[in-house]
């Protein structure tokens, strides 16, 4: 639920921003447009009382995450406190997929979503590095750069979570309330089972499927309250096979539907294999392996090409980063390489910031056959509630 807070443009913060307009809104706040000595910025803003702060959190783990800045995590440039406001600057981007999508008649190409998928997938995978999860992959939370104008950028890490404690992962747990978007959600977040990285990323295989089909079967289910519709959706999302959820698209957004629903709990995701699935996407359908979109007008198209055609030895930040160009696809699925550990720098500074601790406690073998019978009876009652539901 979206709260407002009185229009304040025209304000100077901190002695140095003015904030320009409001750019949009949420139930985190408010972010507006800003510049300071002749820079832009954007600036996240909630109420200081507000019941769930948000912003320090994300202050600090922005802050993290650009100790090795790359491209697809916005610049973080501050937080600060100012008249029971708390305030988060960083960089400033262009449109949300969300707004482009609807910009263009809710439908993308596959050339467009392939594109993506590659990009989006990289912003997952270095924040999964960080160990760190999302918890909120949507189209709204993904936005273009505005000076790379064709990069794709993460955004809104107000409900992310550590989930490496000490070189050790977060216990399985059950009976957890939905963190995040219900139409992209998991089916095992619905479940209310503790998320890991596998449910970042069937989340954004739900994103990219609703960017090629132009919706999902679960939109606009018919419901008395929150709680009904949440409960529409897991059902609906229980009784949608891969095969109906990825008819009339290319086989690989089937098998990266059903690689990320069969991940373990606590499995580490071949983030190789999931690029090379759409990699082989773009090799059989003679897409191009470069920045080319469906809103791109016929000059940008050509320039493009020809900045591709005559700049081969510094066009770098033209390609795509992931692009392999030595990736044997007719045997990809079969010779699944895993993926080099990452090492990483010591948190131990944003654990005590985030004030996370380490729980060690594993659940015993009877527990784990108690829950997954608990799961089993539970999936089952649903499918056959959901036999008898009026199909709307």
Not at 31 to 57: C, H, V, W
Not at 125 to 141: A, G, M, S
Not at 194 to 222: C, I, M, T
Request: net charge positive.
């Amino acid at each position: 639920m979206e709260y407002t807070i009185k229009d304040l443009s025209g304000f100077l913060l901190n002695k140095q921003y003015k904030l320009i307009k409001k750019l949009g809104a949420g139930a985190f706040g408010e972010i507006y447009s800003a510049t300071a000595n002749g820079q832009e910025y954007a600036i996240k803003i909630e109420r200081s009382d507000t019941k769930y702060p948000q912003l320090l959190f994300e202050s600090k783990l922005y802050q993290y995450l650009n100790n090795q800045p790359i491209i697809g995590i916005p610049k973080y440039y501050g937080y600060f406190q100012q008249d029971n406001f708390n305030f988060l600057v960083m960089e400033q981007l262009g449109k949300s997929l969300e707004d482009i999508f609807a910009d263009n008649n809710r439908l993308f190409s596959l050339q467009s979503v392939t594109v993506l998928a590659l990009q989006m997938l990289e912003c997952v995978e270095y924040l999964h590095t960080k160990h760190f999860l999302h918890r909120d992959i949507k189209p709204d939370n993904f936005l273009l750069g505005k000076a790379l104008k064709d990069r794709v950028y993460m955004v809104d890490y107000g409900l992310a979570k550590k989930y490496m404690i000490k070189d050790s992962h977060i216990p399985y747990k059950d009976n957890k309330a939905l963190t995040g978007t219900a139409r992209y959600a998991s089916i095992n977040t619905h479940l209310g089972i503790e998320q890991s990285r596998r449910d970042d990323l069937e989340s954004l295989g739900y994103v990219l499927l609703y960017f090629l089909r132009g919706s999902l079967p679960w939109q606009n289910l018919r419901a008395n309250n929150q709680k009904e519709k949440y409960d529409r959706i897991m059902e609906k999302k229980l009784a949608t096979s891969s095969e109906t959820l990825c008819k009339n698209c290319p086989k690989q957004f089937y098998q990266y539907i059903e690689y990320s629903k069969n991940l373990k709990f606590d499995e580490r995701p071949d983030y190789q294999y999931m690029k090379n699935l759409f990699l082989s996407v773009m090799k059989e359908n003679d897409l191009r392996i470069e920045y080319i979109y469906d809103w791109d007008d016929e000059n940008t198209h050509r320039d493009k090409i020809l900045l591709k055609n005559t700049q081969e030895s510094t066009q770098q930040d033209q390609q795509l980063p992931i692009v392999n160009k030595n990736i044997n696809y007719s045997q990809y699925n079969n010779n699944r390489q895993s993926i080099q550990k990452t090492k990483t720098s010591s948190i131990h500074s944003i654990n005590k910031v985030l004030k996370i601790q380490q729980n060690t406690t594993t659940l015993n073998t009877q527990q784990n056959c108690q829950n997954k019978n608990q799961i089993n009876n539970k999936v089952k009652s649903i499918i056959k509630k959901h036999s008898s539901l009026h199909q709307n």
